[in-house]
T-cell receptor
Framework: DQQVKQNSPSLSVQEGRISILNCDYT??????FLWYKKYPAEGPTFLIS?????DKNEDGRFTVFLNKSAKHLSLHIVPSQPGDSAVYFC????????????FGTGTRLKVLA | DSGVTQTPKHLITATGQRVTLRCSPR?????VYWYQQSLDQGLQFLIQ???????AKGNILERFSAQQFPDLHSELNLSSLELGDSALYFC????????????FGPGTRLTVL
């Protein structure tokens, strides 16, 4: 049972345009969400996070939106740059005494120059 | 560089064997997490240790075990290896035992022949 889903395995965007990566979850007990970026042959690196008490968090070119009623979060990258080409994972934390992180399967973003 | 180190980088072994993967967390981080990433899969959470004690358990097989030592480094032991255990194994660390960003190591690629 995949509790965190990234339904788009890949996405191509033109440089300078907006990239929107989506993530859906099923467990309403998740209380913290994170996005990670992963380059080949490297471990994932933290990008941005959001607590379930918020609906938006911004950090430079990266904004994460959380829609709790739809159990959906999205990562917006504006403007997209070729260096953003990587695999993006969303992750959700179950904080009800277990503190487990559940990761999605990732979306491969390619930003075309 | 995340500050998390993992050894070895690559490991090739045969079915039925036992291996040990090692992780040194960032200086000051008390929590260590282990993840498995099989081909085209997301990161599967295996287990978390906080300051030497097991904190959370994920989809970790009984053939696998882990521990965190007093100096906070951690080892993941995989025994009776099967072909399906071939994967990237990531270690991550965080300052606290719950919530927040995790810092990932570069991973150990295990190949079981």
């Amino acid at each position: 049972d995949q509790q965190v889903k990234q339904n788009s395995p890949s996405l191509s965007v033109q440089e300078g345009r907006i990239s929107i990566l989506n993530c859906d979850y099923t467990n309403s007990m998740f209380d913290y969400f994170l996005w990670y970026k992963k380059y080949p042959a490297e471990g994932p690196t933290f990008l941005i996070s959001i607590s379930s008490i918020k609906d938006k968090n911004e950090d430079g070119r990266f904004t994460v939106f959380l829609n709790k009623s739809a159990k959906h979060l999205s990562l917006h990258i504006v403007p997209s740059q070729p260096g953003d080409s990587a695999v993006y994972f969303c992750a959700a934390q179950l904080a009800s005494g277990t503190y487990k992180y559940i990761f999605g399967t990732g979306t491969r973003l390619k930003v075309l120059a | 560089d995340s500050g998390v180190t993992q050894t070895p980088k690559h490991l090739i072994t045969a079915t039925g064997q036992r291996v040990t993967l090692r992780c040194s967390p960032r200086s000051g981080d008390l929590s260590v997490y282990w993840y498995q990433q099989s081909l085209d899969q997301g990161l599967q959470f295996l287990i978390q240790y906080y300051n030497g004690e097991e904190r959370a358990k994920g989809n970790i097989l009984e053939r696998f075990s882990a521990q965190q030592f007093p100096d906070l480094h951690s080892e993941l032991n995989l025994s009776s290896l099967e072909l399906g255990d071939s994967a990237l194994y990531f270690c991550a660390s965080s300052e606290r035992g719950m919530g927040g960003e995790q810092f990932f190591g570069p991973g150990t690629r295990l190949t079981v022949l």
